[in-house]
């Protein structure tokens, strides 16, 4: 039987988990690290991050962190480095710096840590206060990354302690770092019935045994294009990954079947979807895309997780994509995107966002109509390769 031949789309590994990975091995003890060039931004200033840890473990106080762009790192540096008791600042660079932070300081205050913000708002923000161990009530509904945070920081505290989640969002987030302590030997337990989040102190992490999977916030825009243009096969993905990105299979009800290199994804009927992504956010742009082409109205809802991202996504969807002829507006807690519309040249901007760039990037593909993305390199801050894969198609 004839092979087909598909392209074969190579994905980044989940920076998601690579993030998580590092630091995990950091409290392992792992303090030498080989960190490929080819990785993306928001992974390689983690040398940063091990410089900071190390500096404050020795006992030293009143350091700098600059963390790049990553909000990840960010509100995991903030939540855990209170651990050490020491005085820090968080600082860093571009668009990270206009983003708003004003839940953080509220959320953590109660345990402990005190976070004073740039004109109440923004980074740098000055750290000062330890980390402390108890029951506590938390605001977990603007991010769950400095929630990650303190889950790294409370086994090493000396006592157990309990965090009640209030109103989380991505709560696949939080069970990705729930899996990867646990893989540490770590004694902790996130109880998604309840949203509480258990955890014995006084632990000392091993190094984590999972290992990094292929990155399906990455892969999400590429099986947009499988589902909607022409079949490929996307390597190294698995439908059952531990990252809740992968969910976008079933949202836009793809055609994918495992083969020996990855997933093969082919065309199928378009219909409109109606999906709240409160707790998968960064699958907003790739369903925008989707929502482009498909038949019918696509309502996405949860669009108040898009104001503190890298751009307002939100917004500068809607900016870029009325540009090139795409009926998109807001409506409440939901960005609409109707099917159909006839896309037109036109040079768009990026907001140095790296997803708002392959958003822009595969509608252009999908279509076959030029558009112009100045700014486009900022992808290098989650898939350097993507415009190289994009060529493949």
């Given at each position: 039987?004839?092979?087909?031949?598909?392209?074969?789309?190579?994905?980044?590994?989940?920076?998601?988990?690579?993030?998580?990975?590092?630091?995990?091995?950091?409290?392992?003890?792992?303090?030498?690290?080989?960190?490929?060039?080819?990785?993306?931004?928001?992974?390689?200033?983690?040398?940063?991050?091990?410089?900071?840890?190390?500096?404050?473990?020795?006992?030293?106080?009143?350091?700098?962190?600059?963390?790049?762009?990553?909000?990840?790192?960010?509100?995991?540096?903030?939540?855990?480095?209170?651990?050490?008791?020491?005085?820090?600042?968080?600082?860093?660079?571009?668009?990270?710096?206009?983003?708003?932070?004003?839940?953080?300081?509220?959320?953590?205050?109660?345990?402990?840590?005190?976070?004073?913000?740039?004109?109440?708002?923004?980074?740098?923000?000055?750290?000062?206060?330890?980390?402390?161990?108890?029951?506590?009530?938390?605001?977990?509904?603007?991010?769950?990354?400095?929630?990650?945070?303190?889950?790294f920081a409370m086994p090493k505290l000396n006592r157990n302690s309990t965090l009640?989640?209030?109103?989380?969002?991505?709560?696949?987030?939080?069970?990705?770092?729930e899996k990867i302590i646990n893989s540490c030997r770590i004694n902790l337990s996130?109880?998604?019935?309840?949203?509480?989040?258990?955890?014995?102190?006084?632990?000392?992490?091993?190094?984590?045994?999972?290992?990094?999977?292929?990155?399906?916030?990455?892969?999400?825009?590429?099986?947009?294009?499988?589902?909607?243009?022409?079949?490929?096969?996307?390597?190294?993905?698995?439908?059952?990954?531990?990252?809740?990105?992968?969910?976008?299979?079933?949202?836009?009800?793809?055609?994918?079947?495992?083969?020996?290199?990855?997933?093969?994804?082919?065309?199928?009927?378009?219909?409109?979807?109606?999906?709240?992504?409160?707790?998968t956010p960064d699958l907003f742009p790739p369903l925008a895309v989707y929502g482009?082409?498909?038949?019918?109205?696509?309502?996405?809802?949860?669009?108040?997780?898009?104001?503190?991202?890298?751009?307002?996504?939100?917004?500068?969807?809607?900016?870029?994509?009325?540009?090139?002829?795409?009926?998109?507006?807001?409506?409440?807690?939901?960005?609409?995107?109707?099917?159909?519309?006839?896309?037109?040249?036109?040079?768009?901007?990026?907001?140095?966002?790296?997803?708002?760039?392959?958003?822009?990037?595969?509608?252009?593909?999908?279509?076959?109509?030029?558009?112009?993305?100045?700014?486009?390199?900022?992808?290098?801050?989650?898939?350097?390769?993507?415009?190289?894969?994009?060529?493949?198609?």
């Open positions: 039987m004839k092979k087909e031949n598909f392209p074969h789309i190579t994905v980044p590994l989940s920076k998601s988990m690579l993030q998580r990975l590092l630091y995990a091995k950091l409290l392992a003890g792992e303090t030498l690290f080989n960190l490929d060039e080819n990785l993306p931004d928001d992974v390689k200033v983690f040398v940063n991050v091990k410089n900071a840890y190390m500096q404050l473990k020795s006992g030293k106080e009143n350091i700098i962190v600059n963390i790049g762009e990553s909000g990840f790192w960010a509100r995991v540096v903030i939540s855990s480095f209170p651990l050490f008791g020491k005085r820090f600042t968080v600082t860093g660079e571009g668009s990270i710096l206009q983003r708003d932070m004003s839940n953080l300081p509220r959320s953590l205050e109660p345990l402990g840590i005190n976070v004073t913000l740039t004109d109440n708002k923004t980074l740098p923000a000055i750290v000062e206060g330890r980390l402390k161990h108890g029951n506590f009530e938390i605001d977990a509904s603007f991010s769950s990354q400095h929630i990650s945070g303190l889950m009640i989640l209030k109103k989380p969002v991505s709560i696949p987030y939080i069970e990705m770092t996130f109880d998604k019935s309840t949203n509480t989040i258990h955890c014995i102190g006084n632990q000392k992490f091993s190094l984590p045994t999972l290992q990094p999977e292929y990155d399906w916030s990455a892969a999400a825009f590429f099986a947009v294009y499988g589902k909607l243009k022409n079949c490929i096969v996307i390597k190294n993905v698995d439908a059952n990954s531990i990252q809740g990105d992968k969910e976008i299979l079933h949202y836009i009800n793809a055609d994918y079947k495992k083969t020996p290199d990855g997933l093969q994804i082919c065309p199928s009927e378009a219909i409109a979807v109606t999906i709240d992504l409160t707790h482009v082409f498909a038949e019918g109205k696509t309502f996405l809802q949860g669009i108040k997780r898009l104001a503190a991202k890298e751009s307002n996504r939100a917004e500068a969807l809607i900016t870029e994509m009325k540009k090139i002829g795409i009926n998109i507006y807001s409506q409440e807690n939901s960005l609409v995107i109707e099917g159909g519309s006839k896309i037109k040249p036109a040079t768009v901007s990026a907001h140095n966002d790296h997803r708002i760039a392959m958003a822009l990037a595969m509608i252009s593909k999908i279509s076959g109509v030029p558009v112009e993305i100045p700014g486009k390199e900022c992808v290098s801050k989650s898939y350097p390769g993507f415009f190289e894969e994009l060529e493949k198609l």
